[in-house]
């Protein structure tokens, strides 16, 4: 199994930036990639950035050259950030984190709003 905890979501004026961290723990071992996806009211669940074990990176064209997907791993934990700048309104979504291994699994989801 595998247990993961995002943090990072707020309210930001357009233009600006966050950062979200998801921390995953348990059988990391497991985990050949991960990744970041968001959901908007109304619309379907769409990837933002990936990242796989050997750190080859995966990029929606709706956030090429505004967000960052990186991650650090340890014995025991794996993290995986994202680095929003220049950030829109139609950024806002909840966004959630995602890990790939045997199973599928997904962390509880972080609210990120863009509004001035």
């Known amino acids: 199994q595998v247990q993961l905890v995002e943090s990072g979501g707020d309210l930001v004026q357009p233009g600006g930036s966050l950062r979200l961290s998801c921390e995953a723990s348990g059988r990391v071992f497991t985990i050949y990639a991960m990744g970041w996806y968001r959901q908007a009211p109304g619309k379907e669940r769409e990837l933002v950035a990936q990242?796989?074990?050997?750190?080859?990176?995966?990029?929606a064209d709706s956030v090429k050259g505004r967000f960052t997907i990186s991650r650090d791993s340890t014995t025991t934990t794996s993290t995986v950030y994202l680095q929003m700048n220049s950030l829109k309104p139609e950024d806002t979504a909840v966004y959630y984190c995602?890990?790939?291994?045997?199973?599928?699994?997904w962390g509880q989801g972080t609210q990120v709003t863009v509004s001035s």
């Open positions: 990242i796989t074990r050997d750190d080859s990176t995966t990029y």
């Open positions: 995602n890990a790939l291994a045997i199973d599928v699994y």
